[in-house]
């Protein structure tokens, strides 16, 4: 019998599930190293967010075949090591969306009725009565940063309460926020204006590391209360707690912190703020879903089936792949260009394949893109197994076009995403003996330019100057740039240039941009 090691602990439903056909050996709270000592002894691990999957565990784990993650976020998880060492990664989503955003309202209850306080004071001895008065939340205004599957339960429940609801997520269809009669908000500042409280359901990336600032913080509606559930990292904490201090926030509600366990944080000093550890995942219920789709999960994969919701492997033959991995990189490059230069509501995505990658299944290729557009602010950990799922939840679009007859490439894939006010094209192909993703066309100017790390896309109108212009204001915000590319239409009307840069440049440095140039259609796209 396959044995399977659970580090983390189970529910008894997906234990008896698993022990009707393996060995399993539950070992919570076991120490890395002795991990490490016994890993090779395994088929399957079950962990949750405790144990860490590190890659000297996973090389160590010679006849491991699924990691399972009882729970949405894999952060704990090597999944580049697993993936190289063909282990699959499986983990369990949406099954802590409705204790998460059952959550998130009783901590926008606690805030605003001073619950904790109040309880404190009580217990204490004391009775308070005036000094704990709180507000209502009917007629006030939920701002919803993030509209996935949390965010779209927070909505519906709040709206039971009697409050208004706008929501901002721009890759979500229109048809998503008018199901349950919910005002849309094209900007992030348009939901700032209005919303008396915000709550928070995206994923932490590049994107959203530090999101939340004082900058934003200073363009929010005075007074509003802040509310975090989704992950920590994405408020900064010192400039919430100024905020509050100051008056700007009213205050705060977080269940998660830039580092956890959190035992410090300038937070905790605050009356202002509801503080819980981590707790949006913790019920019965919840555990034992996850644990359960878990066990299904790790199961299939010891069976030999595919897994419904694998991380890291789509279902593919080693053949297909072999034809069409030269495309990855470039899929995920134009997916991230795109996620950057894209502006306001995104309702349909279509991928067009042309020449020789036409004759084969492109739906990988197809997933990949989505899923570098998607996850910047779906709250769902987003992969290219799910990631159609996430889309027709949401309600996008999707259509690929396909042709075996090469237009001037022997390959070209295009990228082309439609809003209620705005479009985007994006064409690309891979060139050499090492398969270089290259960008051929952004909006429809031709532009033959290299992907980098660090990138900058300016329109302008092209008259003389400019070229000079834009070089003299990046040397005097001391930015090396590496490589640039101009592509227009005609003589005389707009152009499009892209910059390849050595360092990031920082919102403060685009502003000092904008001063210098007088050019205001700027943006930074980092890979």
Same mark, same amino acid.
């Given at each position: ?15 008896? =599930? ?10 919570? !709270? ?33 006849? =491991?075949?699924?990691? !399972? ?58 009775? &308070?009565?005036?000094?704990?008065? #709180? ?7 939920? #701002?919803?940063?993030?509209? #996935? ?12 309460? !009697? ?19 919910? &005002? ?55 400039? =919430? ?5 100051? !008056? ?98 995104? &309702? ?13 299944? $492109?739906?990988?290729? $197809? ?20 990631? #159609? ?71 302008? &109108? ?64 980092? =890979?």
């Amino acid at each position: 019998m396959k044995k399977i090691i659970v580090t983390d602990g189970i529910s008894e439903n997906a234990k008896q =599930l698993l022990e009707n056909k393996y060995v399993v050996d539950l070992k919570k !709270g076991i120490s890395p190293e002795e991990l490490k000592k016994i890993i090779k002894n395994y088929n399957a691990i079950i962990i949750r967010s405790a144990t860490k999957i590190t890659e000297d565990i996973i090389e160590a784990a010679d006849n =491991l075949e699924v990691i !399972g993650r009882a729970g949405v976020g894999v952060d704990n998880v090597d999944v580049k090591a697993a993936t190289k060492k063909g282990i699959v990664v499986v983990n369990a989503p949406g099954s802590n969306s409705v204790s998460v955003a059952e959550h998130t309202i009783g901590l926008m209850l606690a805030i605003a009725r001073k619950i904790p306080e109040a309880d404190f004071s009580t217990k204490s001895g004391k009775w &308070e009565k005036s000094k704990f008065k #709180g507000m209502e939340i009917e007629g006030k205004t939920l #701002g919803i940063v993030g509209f #996935g599957k949390i965010g779209y339960l927070v909505a519906k429940k709040a709206i039971g309460l !009697g409050m208004k609801v706008i929501a901002y997520d721009p890759f979500t269809a229109q048809e998503r926020f008018s199901s349950i009669g919910i &005002e849309r908000a094209e900007k992030l500042e348009d939901l700032y204006k209005v919303a008396d409280f915000i709550t928070i359901h995206l994923p932490k990336n590049k994107d959203t590391i530090g999101m939340f600032n004082k900058e934003e913080f200073k363009k929010m509606k005075r007074g509003v209360v802040i509310i975090n559930a989704a992950r920590g990292g994405i408020i900064v904490e010192k400039d =919430l707690a100024e905020a509050i201090k100051e !008056g700007i926030v009213g205050g705060a509600a977080l269940d998660v912190f830039e580092t956890e366990p959190c035992s410090n944080s300038p937070l905790f000093e605050l009356d202002k703020v509801v503080c819980t550890p981590h707790l949006g995942a913790s019920t019965d219920e919840a555990q034992d879903r996850a644990g359960v789709m878990i066990a299904e999960q790790v199961d299939a994969v010891l069976s030999g089936k595919p897994a419904t919701f694998a991380v890291n492997f789509p279902s593919a033959s080693p053949e297909l792949m072999e034809a069409i991995s030269p495309f990855f990189e470039l899929c995920e490059n134009m997916g991230a260009l795109f996620s950057g230069l894209f502006e306001g509501s995104l &309702e349909s995505i279509e991928v067009g394949y042309y020449g020789k990658i036409a004759d084969n299944d $492109t739906k990988i290729l $197809t997933n990949m893109i989505l899923v570098k557009i998607l996850s910047k602010y779906s709250s769902e950990n987003v992969n290219v197994v799910n990631v #159609g799922l996430i889309a027709d939840e949401n309600g996008l679009k999707i259509k690929e076009t396909k042709s075996s007859q090469p237009r001037d490439y022997i390959n070209l894939i295009t990228l082309n995403g439609k809003g209620k006010d705005s479009e985007l094209s994006i064409s690309g192909t891979v060139t050499g003996i090492k398969n270089q993703p290259r960008f051929i066309s952004i909006d429809k100017f031709a532009i033959d330019m290299v992907p980098s790390k660090y990138m900058v896309f300016i329109r302008y &109108e092209d008259v003389p100057g400019q070229i000079g212009k834009i070089g003299t204001a990046f040397g005097k915000l001391n930015v090396n740039i590496a490589a640039m590319h101009v592509g227009r239409k005609k003589i005389g009307g707009d152009a499009v240039m892209g910059l390849n840069i050595d360092t990031p440049l920082t919102p403060e440095m685009v502003e000092e941009f904008k001063k210098l140039t007088g050019l205001k259609n700027i943006k930074v796209v980092n =890979l």
